[in-house]
């Protein structure tokens, strides 16, 4: 190796180093701070809703931090917390690994020093990261990861704000009850398609029991394997027992897929419900175009929402002016911010950093959350938020439309879905 | 001086100072294992001379071992370890018998398809947890169940018992009729046969040992993450790691998975920590450009480096006298 290349290399690492110790420095530069770290998937196949959750908490931070008296978000009238403490943001990317979550919640407590962590998106590492805190007896936040048993592990120090894959399985069999009870429809058999990874099965464990215990016929159990580049034979079996209803655990291209799929093959079930982010990403409901029409699944928040969260529009100003391409929250990282503001809410409550009385207090209080469907968060033993809700939206014409639960309802499901030949 | 190093790895930990942060011995300890993955490769893909890149099944068959010794059945992971270990020997002589067939970049490409079957495999296999994965109850911590939680120091001399085992291994094979054995295929098949060595034999003997080594370290890593699941240990990205530490200190030489991992796992880690939370992935960018101007300036890895080192300073030593 020449000299000159040495060089190069040393410079690189030197200069790599010393702009690394400059970030780092920023936060080290406060006094009356309190370290909060965010865990999420800032690279990797999920990197895009990792960043988004990341914008979300630190649009929370900045509301937090400052004084708008404005937004009606509990202490955004006032600065900081604790008579002036500022919130910092630690932020480490888990790269959606479970190895280098667990590795990273560890280093963002004993090396940095984190009061506690919000994160993590996937709930494959959610649960490694969080057993990190527990066993540090730290708090653990986490906003959107799905999957039950996240809080069902007896935990103390784990709090989960978004509904379970659990909740919303049977969120949609009552809803199905409901068209059967209201439409006069007669929807009878189930099917699930979903991704052969830790959200997909755990989703399709929770529709399969949901769905027996109503009483209906599980006749199709469809794996697939995530970014699969084709879906035929997947589609094929669906075709095959050709179930009423069909479940959807499909993320970002997967789920484009799988409609593309299902229009080459010319079929489609009567209803078909969606978990978590294919359905709810309004750039894939662009992509699809009308393909994507009539397909409905849970949300917790989207534009469409907002009449109903009137707290949300100025926050989402701060969001989106924190991200790139600036897009509305999502019901991700709109749970993610939810998760830094009751936090900060228990804290102030308190009145010190102790991590047993702001635990207790997390459990005993009911919080208030203008950020959140139905305005408030409390919760349960385990951790998870017993006010958690979700609406249940139809996709038609790129607006997602609120069909279920009736209370929060501004239209009527178009149930069945028109066949692709019917469509224009 | 593999006595030497060996005391250096031994206080290493007890050095007050920045390493005696608990990140700094995170760091540490994934470097021991590392270096240990990467020396079990070492024995057939640099000793032996057959790139392997699904090596990561038989890591994952130890890591399932071991968890499924502790979650599944209750028991400590000892026994896990051992007929997981057992059980990846006896699977890479199935898979490399007809795979041996192959030369060249052929078994290369093959054992490409190995990781996905097995990854495939146990994503839908109830029995090992499916994509559920396999999560480590919170029991009691100690050497019987080979789990601390406050602590990284143990779990670094677990590591350094595993690094004895295997760099001790390949330091007498290397001194012994099987090292020669290896070298001698790899560095001429058919001439090798000639002089009367069973080539297939020798590989066969190289690949279990192999597996069984690299097993071990599975074992060790889910007992070090408490989770196992199957793209976290039977991937190509994992596969990858055993191959790229070898390569970079040196293919087929004592010292090279040592130095490799000492200089890409302390590498990966800091420049994660610094900037992972930027996002945009600036420091797998930084990591990814270093690793191109070190493969591309010496091929040879850093073991090459050191020789060329060395060669002109007697170069120089010879002249001055």
Redesign the interface.
């Known amino acids: 190796?020449?000299k000159r290349?040495g060089r190069?290399?040393a410079s690189?690492?030197v200069i790599?180093?010393l702009?690394?110790?400059a970030?780092?420095g920023v936060a080290c530069a406060e006094e009356k701070v309190i370290k909060i770290g965010?865990l999420f998937p800032?690279?990797g196949p999920v990197?895009l809703a990792?960043?988004r959750c990341?914008a979300a908490v630190e649009a929370a931070v900045e509301v937090i931090n400052n004084s708008y008296p404005d937004i009606p978000v509990p202490l955004a009238d006032q600065e900081g917390i604790l008579d002036g403490y500022k919130i910092v943001l630690?932020?480490?990317?888990h790269?959606g690994?479970?190895?280098?979550g667990?590795?990273?919640a560890?280093?963002l407590f004993?090396?940095e020093g984190v009061f506690a962590i919000i994160g993590s998106y996937n709930s494959?590492v959610t649960?490694?990261a969080s057993?990190v805190a527990?066993?540090?007896k730290r708090i653990f936040m986490c906003g959107a990861s799905s999957s039950a048993e996240l809080t069902k592990r007896g935990t103390r120090y784990f709090f989960r704000i978004a509904p379970t894959d659990e909740t919303e399985s049977i969120e949609f069999v009552n809803f199905i009850k409901w068209l059967n009870e209201t439409e006069g429809t007669n929807y009878k058999t189930f099917g699930v398609i979903y991704e052969?990874?830790?959200f997909?099965?755990?989703a399709a464990q929770e529709a399969k029991k949901a769905i027996e215990e109503a009483g209906f016929e599980y006749v199709a159990d469809v794996?697939f394997?995530p970014g699969a580049t084709n879906l035929n034979s997947e589609v094929q079996m669906l075709k095959g027992k050709n179930p009423d209803v069909v479940f959807g655990a499909c993320l970002g291209a997967d789920y484009i897929l799988w409609i593309k799929t299902m229009k080459q093959l010319s079929w489609l079930p009567k209803v078909s419900l969606n978990y978590c982010s294919g359905y709810q990403d309004p750039l894939i409901a662009q992509q699809l175009g009308g393909d994507g029409d009539y397909f409905m699944g849970t949300t917790g928040y989207s534009p469409e929402l907002a009449e109903l969260m009137p707290a949300v529009a100025p926050v989402e100003e701060i969001y989106k002016s924190k991200i790139d391409p600036p897009v509305p929250f999502d019901s991700d990282s709109i749970q993610e911010a939810v998760a830094m503001l009751v936090l900060a809410q228990a804290i102030e409550k308190v009145g010190s950093l102790d991590t047993e009385k702001i635990v207790d207090a997390l459990y005993a209080n009911e919080w208030d959350s203008p950020l959140s469907l139905g305005g408030k968060v409390a919760f349960a033993p385990g951790g998870q938020n017993i006010k958690a809700m979700s609406t249940i939206t139809q996709l038609i014409g790129g607006e997602y439309r609120r069909v279920f639960p009736e209370e929060f309802a501004n239209a009527e499901p178009v149930v069945p879905m028109p066949s692709w030949d019917q469509r224009k | 001086m593999w006595y030497g190093v060996l005391l250096l790895i031994a206080v290493l930990p007890l050095i007050p100072g920045p390493l005696q942060s608990p990140f700094a011995q995170h760091v540490l300890v994934l470097t021991l294992l590392f270096a240990c993955m990467s020396q079990a490769w070492n024995i057939l893909g640099g000793y032996c001379g057959q790139v392997s890149f699904g090596h990561s099944v038989f890591f994952g068959i130890g890591a399932y071992g071991a968890g499924m010794a502790v979650v599944t059945y209750g028991l400590t992971p000892w026994p896990g370890a051992i007929i997981g270990a057992l059980l990846a020997a006896i699977v890479s002589l199935i898979i490399s018998y007809p795979c041996f067939r192959l030369k060249g970049h052929y078994f290369a490409i093959a054992t490409f398809a190995i990781v996905e079957i097995f990854n495939r495999l146990f994503m839908v296999w109830y029995w090992v947890g499916g994509a559920l994965g396999l999560d480590y109850p919170i029991i009691e911590e100690g050497w019987k169940n080979f789990m601390w939680f406050q602590t990284k120091t143990q779990y670094y001399y677990g590591a350094f018992g595993l690094f004895i085992l295997i760099f001790s291994f390949v330091r007498w094979m290397e001194a012994n009729k099987l090292g020669y054995y290896l070298k001698a295929v790899r560095d001429g098949q058919e001439a090798a046969e000639a002089l009367g060595v069973n080539s297939t034999a020798v590989k066969l003997t190289a690949i279990a040992i192999s597996a069984f080594l690299a097993a071990l370290c599975g074992a060790f890593f889910v007992q070090y993450n408490l989770r196992v699941d199957p793209p976290m240990v039977m991937s190509l990205d994992m596969s990858m790691r055993f191959v790229l530490i070898t390569i970079l200190g040196g293919l087929g030489t004592f010292w090279g998975p040592l130095l490799g991992a000492a200089i890409l796992i302390p590498l990966q880690e800091y420049s994660r920590a610094m900037w992972g939370g930027l996002g945009g992935g600036v420091d797998l960018i930084i990591f990814g450009i270093l690793i191109v101007l070190i493969v591309t300036r010496q091929p040879k890895g850093v073991m090459g480096f050191i020789n060329l080192l060395t060669t002109r300073f007697k170069a120089t030593k010879g002249g001055d006298d």
């Open positions: 190796m020449s290349w190069v290399i690189i690492i790599a180093l702009a690394g110790f970030v780092s965010t800032l690279t990197a990792g960043q990341k630690i932020h480490a990317d790269q690994k479970p190895d280098v667990k590795s990273e560890e280093r004993d090396q494959a649960k490694p057993m527990e066993r540090r052969n990874t830790e997909g099965k755990h794996a394997n």
